[in-house]
């Protein structure tokens, strides 16, 4: 199946006399026979729903889609993009470990990185995303256990040499994670380039209309952790927490990353997604590569227009001719990138407040990658925990506005802007 088909009929076969629409299995807990019956599930010997903390048939299903549309080898929703990322590290670096992450990330992530989890006991380097071989290769330590990117960069707009990166990681006998939450897999499929682990925050693009805030992990299936078993003792050595299981065993390189991910991390941080959300999310889902085209002609018609205006400093979109990142976008997205469009209003901060004030369609929201236009200036909001020199490093500008094109027409989004800037 192409990945339109997979959109809309992707994770989810019924039966004959079964429910044509995804059910919703609002329920936490699983009616059993017998004991051992249970006890086998809990001994992960055999496969059911216990307990919808750990797993829930309607978040299975979604899961399903969104592997397939990544073509990965299992995959597991979260509460949140952040809980996908956390877990996605957190299940392969401990206290004393280290992580080599782009420089230019989601300010959620960033602080998730460079706050919460170095008070874990795990370093990060950050280096940027144009950095070279040299540069990047400086960066390893001897307890690096991953590389960190962002296929677009939210909201800087950088695009990830993904090849690069993933040579770096695995010369050094580590996996890297792609967070592919603006690119969506309609447009980039990370693990064709490499990336042995994809995350989404599935509250973008994928869901879509502002519904249901949302997460996913993907495991790409092809990293390797019994070559480097020293490393990644978790996956490779028995889970005393979990019944002496040794994942790479008992489930493949293709079931271990997100079975530990489950097993452990789900069990004891429980940042589930709801079945209603996860309901709300495969609605996004059987739309996004119609949706995704819609958004990226529109963020280039926006883009283009900003270009010809005056009271414009700079425009940056991966997908217009010229752009910094435009030939390494056409290569890991030639169909197009997302409807994000990052630009600077002369005149500064203050400038571009108040030209978001004055926009009628575009609403001002911590938001992005929605049905509707809505705008963001990240140096006042998601950022404005980070000084100048960490700003300018994830590549945010004081004056930056992020511009989030919806599926609105494009002249009335180009109406709107024009009258913002007069
Ligand atoms: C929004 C976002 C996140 C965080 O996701 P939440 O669902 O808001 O927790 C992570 N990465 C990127 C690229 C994002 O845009």
Redesign the pocket.
């Known amino acids: 199946m192409s990945i339109g088909t997979k959109c809309v009929q992707g994770g989810y076969m019924p039966g004959n006399g079964e429910p044509r629409e995804v059910p919703i299995y609002q329920s936490t807990t699983f009616k059993y026979a017998s004991s051992a019956d249970m006890g086998k599930l809990f001994d992960l010997e055999a496969e059911g729903y216990f307990y919808s903390r750990l797993q829930n048939p309607t978040c299975d299903i979604v899961a399903k889609k969104i592997c397939e549309l990544e073509g990965g080898t299992a995959a597991m929703l979260t509460g949140?993009?952040?809980?996908?990322?956390f877990y996605a590290v957190f299940n392969i670096a401990s206290c004393g470990d280290h992580v080599v992450s782009s420089s230019s990330?989601?300010g959620?992530?960033y602080n998730l990185f460079a706050v919460t989890m170095k008070r874990m006991g795990i370093d990060f380097t950050f280096v940027s995303p144009d950095c070279t071989t040299e540069e990047l290769e400086a960066a390893f330590r001897p307890n690096t256990k991953a590389v960190f990117g962002?296929t677009i960069?939210?909201p800087a707009l950088t695009v990830l040499d993904i090849e690069k990166f993933a040579a770096a990681a695995h010369k050094h006998g580590v996996p890297l994670i792609v967070?592919n939450?603006?690119a969506t897999p309609v447009n980039c499929r990370p693990f064709e380039w490499g990336a042995d682990i994809v995350?989404?925050?599935?509250?973008?693009y994928m869901d879509g209309h502002g519904s249901a805030?949302?997460?996913a992990i993907v495991d790409g299936g092809r990293f390797d952790w019994n070559a480097h078993k020293d490393k990644f003792p978790g996956l490779t050595t028995p889970d005393e927490s979990y019944h002496g299981v040794t994942y790479t065993e008992r489930f493949g390189l293709g079931g271990a990353f997100i079975t530990k991910a489950t097993a452990q991390l789900m069990r004891d941080f429980g940042s589930v997604q709801s079945p209603q959300s996860a309901y709300y999310l495969n609605l996004g889902l059987e739309s996004l590569h119609v949706r995704m085209k819609r958004h990226c002609e529109n963020g280039l018609a926006v883009a283009k227009f900003l270009q010809t205006c005056d009271k414009v400093a700079w425009v940056q979109y991966p997908g217009l001719e010229g752009d910094k990142y435009y030939e390494i976008a056409k290569k890991y997205m030639p169909h197009g990138t997302c409807g994000v469009v990052s630009f600077g209003v002369k005149g500064g901060r203050e400038a571009a407040e108040r030209f978001m004030g004055r926009l009628k369609i575009a609403a001002i929201e911590t938001h992005?990658?929605d049905a509707r236009t809505c705008c963001l200036h990240p140096a006042s909001a998601t950022h404005r925990q980070m000084n100048d020199e960490e700003l300018r490093a994830a590549g945010v500008t004081p004056d930056l506005v992020r511009f989030s094109c919806g599926l609105e027409d494009a002249e009335d989004l180009i109406a709107d802007i024009r009258q913002a800037l007069e």
């Open positions: 949140s993009g952040q809980a996908a990322n990330i989601y959620g992530t962002e960069a939210n967070d939450t603006f995350t989404h925050s599935t509250t973008k805030v949302g997460g992005v990658a």
